[in-house]
């Protein structure tokens, strides 16, 4: 069993950055690929980013050369950076795992809210 808790979240003005937390608790951190996704009222949830095992990423348009994923290991964490926000990456943000291997293993953190005002 996954467990998965986000911090960070919080309000900033635009422009402004925001660095997003997710620990993980379980085990076997390293064979996960880790991502967070957004969801903005009224809105789906979106992929923003992901790491895999090998430290490989991938981001939505919408956040390249905003944002950055990275894991730590040792730490069990999963982190997002997050610069020059804008208004329209407000939302609820949500940090996910997905076994390498055993695809059904999927698991969510509760989210943590990033509010950014113009």
């Known amino acids: 069993q996954v467990e998965l808790s986000e911090s960070g979240g919080g309000s900033v003005q635009a422009g402004g950055s925001l660095r997003l937390s997710c620990g993980f608790l379980?085990?076997?951190?390293?064979?996960?690929?880790m991502g967070w996704y957004r969801q903005a009222p009224g809105e789906q949830r979106e992929l923003v980013a992901t790491?895999?095992?090998?430290?490989?990423?991938n981001y939505a348009d919408s956040v390249k050369g905003r944002f950055t994923i990275s894991r730590d290991i040792a730490k069990n964490t999963v982190y997002l950076q997050m610069n020059s926000l804008k208004p329209e990456d407000t939302a609820v943000y949500y940090c996910?795992?997905?076994?390498?291997?055993?695809?059904?293993?999927?698991?969510w953190g509760q989210g943590t809210q990033v509010t950014v005002s113009s």
């Open positions: 996910n795992a997905v076994h390498t291997w055993f695809v059904d293993r999927v698991y």
């Open positions: 379980g085990s076997s951190f390293s064979l996960y690929v």
């Open positions: 790491i895999n095992a090998g430290g490989g990423t």
